[in-house]
């Protein structure tokens, strides 16, 4: 599912726990393939985290077909300089990307954290101050990439730079609570929008699928009204 000019938490993990990233040269060069892929195709990246096993992505595609295209062109690039270097055939990833749609106001700013502090929940785990392949350390001020594009509630966070990184380098301090946490991975493994009832409605008569999980049990029965 891919909807226009609204923010998307996109996941990919590897095939059968294979390892996809080994070296910092497979990290570049899916930096690399993804930072050209972005712009090819249109789509505003606003953070990522790379980590051995998997990758995340919060972007924003510039229209309803960018985000699959840019996922493909990735893909395609990666997986073959991944296995041309290894001399290995095969894919990689473990069937198609998955992705949901956010209700920017409420969860743009919790899905840059959760992916700039992904690396604390990786198994093993890592610093996510410490690491290198993150937007994290582009968002409090300790590196450039200029590939990234900044949200609009990022730059609401402060009138200059300096306070826009203190605010965020506060968010990361403070985390995510564990429901927050469970509701951005639960919704981004399974597809389903992450919004308020009244965004979920908006969408709804976009996009011809459910974008919920449906009740569990029967439906209520509903009683008949007597004729008068």
Known sequence: MSVAGL??????????????????????????????????YGVAIHAYVLL?????????????????????????????????????????????????????????????VF?????????????????????????VGRRSEPFLTSHRLYWSLGNTPFDREARYQALLETGLGASMIRKITDASWKGWVLGSAGFTAQLAAQVPRPLQPRPRGRPKKVDKPVPN
């Not at 390892?19 to 993804?34: E, K």
């Open 52 to 112: 051995p096993t998997g990758v995340q992505i919060l972007g924003t595609p510039a229209d309803p077909q960018a985000l699959s295209r840019m996922m493909q062109a990735l893909g395609r690039r990666y997986v073959g300089w991944h296995n041309r270097s290894r001399g290995r055939s095969g894919t990689l990833w473990e069937g198609r990307f998955r992705a949901t749609v956010l209700e920017a106001e409420t969860y743009l700013l919790p899905a840059m």
């Open 7 to 40: 923010p998307h938490h996109i996941v990919q993990q590897a095939h059968h726990g294979l390892t996809v990233f080994d070296t910092d040269a497979d990290y570049q060069a899916y930096l690399d393939a993804l930072r050209e892929s972005a712009l090819t």
């Open 115 to 139: 992916i700039d502090t992904a690396p604390a929940r990786a198994q093993p785990p890592a610093e996510p101050a410490e690491w290198r392949w993150s937007s994290r350390a582009h968002h």
